[in-house]
């Protein structure tokens, strides 16, 4: 691509040495305003008018290009950081009809005593009772 673009600039440039040789005798008055009056080559006008033409143009492109810089390189470090941060394994599917039965522990009944045993060390220092 940057081969195309000098080519293009070496003809655009070659056309306007050609122009300016050509058009280099005649004088030209430009009336800019009532009281400002300037006496000069075709070829500067020509060279002006392209720079009003081309500038604003190319400050456009390069803001808009800067912008679209930026947009790239945000979604490029958010796909590097999805990329690099660890995926939980997929969960088994339980089936519908299958009932899974998680064992509780039964409550005490009402019948039994409890009663503090000093000879145990360790653990619960109740014991039931029988009667």
Do not use: C
Request: avoid cysteine; hydrophobic fraction near 45%.
């Amino acid at each position: 691509m940057s081969i195309v673009r000098t080519v293009i600039w070496v003809l655009l440039l070659v056309g306007l040495l050609l122009f300016s040789i050509a058009n280099w005798d005649p004088t030209v008055t430009v009336r800019i305003w009532e009281g400002i009056v300037v006496d000069t080559k075709i070829p500067a006008i020509v060279i002006v008018s392209f720079a009003i033409g081309f500038l604003p143009m190319w400050l456009y492109h390069r803001a808009s290009k800067w912008g679209m810089q930026r947009k790239i390189a945000s979604l490029e470090n958010a796909a590097r950081t999805a990329a690099a941060t660890p995926v939980a394994p997929p969960q088994p599917e339980v089936e519908r009809d299958t009932v899974v039965q998680t064992s509780a522990p039964e409550p005490a009944s009402n019948d039994t005593v409890l009663e503090a045993d000093p000879d145990m060390t360790t653990g619960s220092t109740h014991r039931p009772v029988s009667e």
